[in-house]
Nanobody, 128 residues
Framework: VQLQASGGGLVQAGGSLRLSCAAS????????MGWFRQAPGKDREFVAT?????????????MYADSVKGRFTISRDNAKNTVYLQMNSLKPEDTAIYYC?????????????????WGRGTQVTVSS
């Protein structure tokens, strides 16, 4: 499975960005997608995840880190095999490299080690 993240950039505080993560290859068996981020000098942290079961996305259960709840929304376009992260009301502390990841489990998880596949990151910079 290959994951390609895009959509990062520079935005002022209070602004919005939408990240995309396109999955390709042998995606059968992938039951969850997540976003993580890593700021300079800090550990990688969980941002959001969406899972599904029974082969249908409609049964997915989004889960968010407390720091982004109410501001970020994760979603997926089945036809495009793409996951999105809509980020609103951005803050300078959201500045980081954002990574998308794919998991085989259908149980929502914030644990990075549960994700089998990782894409290259996309930089998000929020100026004050």
């Amino acid at each position: 499975v290959q994951l390609q993240a895009s959509g990062g950039g520079l935005v002022q505080a209070g602004g919005s960005l939408r990240l995309s993560c396109a999955a390709s290859g042998r995606t059968f068996g992938v039951n969850g997608m997540g976003w993580f981020r890593q700021a300079p000098g800090k550990d990688r942290e969980f941002v959001a995840t969406i899972t599904w079961s029974g082969g249908t996305w409609s049964g997915g259960s989004p889960m968010y880190a407390d720091s982004v709840k109410g501001r970020f929304t994760i979603s997926r376009d089945n036809a495009k095999n793409t996951v999105y992260l809509q980020m609103n009301s951005l803050k300078p502390e959201d500045t980081a490299i954002y990574y998308c990841a794919a998991a085989l489990t259908s149980i929502p998880t914030a644990l990075a080690e549960r994700y089998r596949y990782w894409g290259r990151g996309t930089q998000v910079t929020v100026s004050s």
